[in-house]
């Protein structure tokens, strides 16, 4: 079974800094998604950003980019220019194939203003 | 607001009751789910339904019974619930189900809790 280790229960930065999320993942698979997902206060899980096992690029959405270590099983979330409403829990997830969804434990993040 | 409705938003129950939670999706999606979120757990799929057909249980208990009436519609039946089935459920759709590329849209949740 594949598991998602989010090793930083809690994080928190002063604003318009850059704050780095790490997620490891262990599988056997080589062709797979990873994603990042966010769960503001309104509790409603949006994505984020997603990455292509199959891709050498880091996915980027704007403020948001990824450091992706295929070798090392490592799936980073940087958050630029960080802001007020980027305080939330954030959430690694890996699916392979057909298979749903596996999720980390999440890391809560506090924007400090 | 990504088009999936969760009621109510918070519940307070006893072991002996009996409560439904409610999801509704207004994304022409086929594929639903339910998730329970607990502190410091990984969230945990517990089903899902396929063009209202549930595809997957995942070893939930028979004191959580699932009903999806049609494709916008999902309901999680409670009765006899233990303390430790407290948590946030989620729910979620997404177009298909098998297909790499869905993506999944949240509800907000409801916050239960059983004393």
């Known amino acids: 079974a594949q598991t998602v280790t989010q090793s930083q229960p809690e994080m928190s930065v002063q604003e318009a800094e850059t704050v780095t999320l790490s997620c490891t993942y262990d599988?056997?698979?080589?062709?797979?998604?990873l994603f990042w997902y966010k769960q503001p206060p309104s509790r409603q899980m949006i994505l984020v950003i997603r990455?292509?096992?199959?891709?050498?690029q880091n996915a980027t959405e704007n403020r948001f980019s990824v450091n992706f270590q295929k070798a090392a099983k490592s799936f980073s979330l940087k958050i630029s220019d960080s802001q007020l409403g980027d305080t939330a829990m954030y959430f690694c997830?890996?699916?392979?194939?057909?298979?749903?969804?596996?999720f980390g434990t999440g890391t809560r993040l506090t924007i400090i203003p | 607001e990504t088009g999936v409705t969760q009621t109510p938003r918070h519940l307070v129950m006893g072991m002996t009751n009996k409560k439904s939670l409610k999801c509704e999706q207004h994304?022409?999606?086929?594929?639903m789910y339910w998730y329970k979120q607990s502190a410091k757990k990984p969230l945990e799929l517990m089903f899902v339904?396929?063009?209202?057909?549930?595809?997957e249980n995942n070893s939930v208990p028979s004191r959580f019974s699932p009903e999806c009436p049609n494709s916008s519609h999902l309901f999680l039946h409670l009765h006899t619930l233990q303390p430790e089935d407290s948590a946030l459920y989620l729910c979620a759709s997404s177009q298909d189900i098998g297909n790499i590329n869905e993506k999944l849209f949240f509800g907000s949740g409801t916050q239960l809790s059983v004393l």
């Open positions: 339904y396929n063009f209202k057909e549930q595809t």
């Open positions: 599988t056997s698979e080589n062709n797979y998604y």
């Open positions: 990455q292509e096992a199959y891709k050498q």
């Open positions: 997830a890996f699916m392979r194939g057909n298979e749903k969804l596996t």
């Open positions: 994304l022409g999606h086929n594929a």
